[in-house]
């Protein structure tokens, strides 16, 4: 991830090392179980397949870097404190962040992405509901490990409530490419699930 990382920016490496560093330090707190460095990984290879049908791939890859990059499950504007981040790491390194933060901001649930750089976004980020029943119940489990502060009943409850409203629409992915792959799967896990 590293030099991955180093090749998208593309800028001092001192500066993007340092700034990588502040990455791992909050993808890696004790806290995060789903919301952490492979859920960014994942997320990245799905890019790489549709990366070639995205109008803008560089703003979309910087949303996936940093569209978590605070997550406490306690609070509710983890998004809009994501994208107040990610603006002041990019404009260490003078990059207009404006769009990117929009596209951060669209990743909180439920979404309603219009542009088709947008749906990629959104598709990426719930592509662990059509992931096979295996990964999808160790993705459920690690919610439940975020979220246990919350009482086991009322977890449920709300969960119940989450899973429910990703089932009453008409589509899940809004891509051709991401409801092909993952639509069918996901509704089963959903459906299991409840």
């Known amino acids: 991830m590293k030099k ?20 791992i330090y909050f993808y890696t707190e004790p806290s995060r179980y789903y919301h952490t ?9 799905l890019f790489d397949e549709v990366k070639n049908q995205i109008n803008d791939p560089f703003c979309i890859e910087i949303a996936i870097w940093f569209h978590d990059i ?15 981040q990610a603006r002041l790491f990019l404009q260490k390194i003078a990059i207009k962040s404006h769009k990117i933060e929009q596209l951060i901001l669209l990743t909180q649930h439920p979404a309603n992405p219009i542009t088709e750089d947008e749906k990629y976004l959104i598709d990426i980020d719930l592509a662990i509901l ?3 029943p295996d990964t999808f119940q160790k993705y459920h489990q690690a919610i439940r490990k975020e979220y246990d502060f919350i009482p086991f009943e009322l977890y449920q409850q709300k969960r119940k409530l989450v899973l429910k409203g990703f089932l009453n629409k008409n589509r899940l992915y809004q ?13 089963e896990n959903i459906k299991n699930q409840l």
Not at 79 to 84: F, G, H, I, N, P
Not at 177 to 186: H, L, M, P
Request: zero cysteines; glycine letters at 2%.
């Open 37 to 45: 460095l492979n859920h960014i990984k994942t997320s990245l290879i």
């Open 70 to 84: 605070i997550y406490n499950p306690q609070k509710n504007n983890n998004e809009v404190l994501s994208a107040q």
């Open 175 to 187: 891509t051709d490419y991401f409801f092909n792959k993952f639509e069918t799967q996901a509704r």
């Open 130 to 132: 059509g992931s096979d």
């Open 4 to 23: 991955r990382w180093l090749q998208l920016f593309n800028h001092n490496p001192k500066t993007m090392i340092e700034m990588y560093q502040t990455f």
